[in-house]
């Protein structure tokens, strides 16, 4: 069980490394296109919800921050993202959905988005040493475990 938890909470950081792409990739598999490729608005909007509070959850500080007007390397990576999008996107939602140029946008701005979280206070959560922890721990669980 203990082990579990320690996996968990290396995990969790990897688990939100990419909430736009996610989001965008679900949206892809998930949502109807009309009879022109343009993807449901609704059901897209809702994606997009997901990937915002994915981001807020995922750093909390950044969001805090931004929320205040103290962050506004947020808005760049918005910024970035519409660009991306208005340059790689071909009008037909589906078949950007396809191909994949778009996706790169989401993913760019996915590290675009940890990037802005770092410069506006956000903790890094892949340390460098706190991996070497995270194994003394283990083996020292394991240990406890085998004597047991």
């Known amino acids: 069980m203990i082990a579990i938890l320690v996996f968990g909470l290396i995990l969790a950081p990897l688990a939100f490394a990419g909430c736009a792409a996610d ?7 998930s949502c109807s296109f009309d009879q022109y ?3 449901d608005s609704s059901c897209s909007g809702g ?12 750093y909390p500080i950044m969001a805090a921050k931004y ?8 808005d760049s990576c918005a ?3 519409q660009s991306c999008v208005a340059q ?14 778009v996706g790169v946008c989401y993913a760019a ?17 892949q340390c460098q040493g706190s991996s070497a922890g ?4 283990f083996a020292g669980l394991l240990f406890v475990r085998m004597r047991s």
């Open 23 to 29: 989001a965008y990739s679900k949206a892809c598999a």
């Open 37 to 39: 490729g343009k993807i």
């Open 47 to 58: 994606y997009k919800a997901s990937g915002t509070a994915c981001v807020s959850a995922s």
């Open 67 to 74: 929320a205040d007007g103290k962050c506004p390397q947020v």
């Open 79 to 81: 910024s970035e993202l």
């Open 88 to 101: 790689y996107n071909t009008g037909n939602d589906k078949a950007d959905c396809q191909e994949g140029s």
């Open 109 to 125: 701005a996915d590290q675009c988005t940890k990037s802005a979280a770092v410069k506006c206070g956000e903790i890094e959560q």
């Open 134 to 137: 995270f194994i003394l721990l």
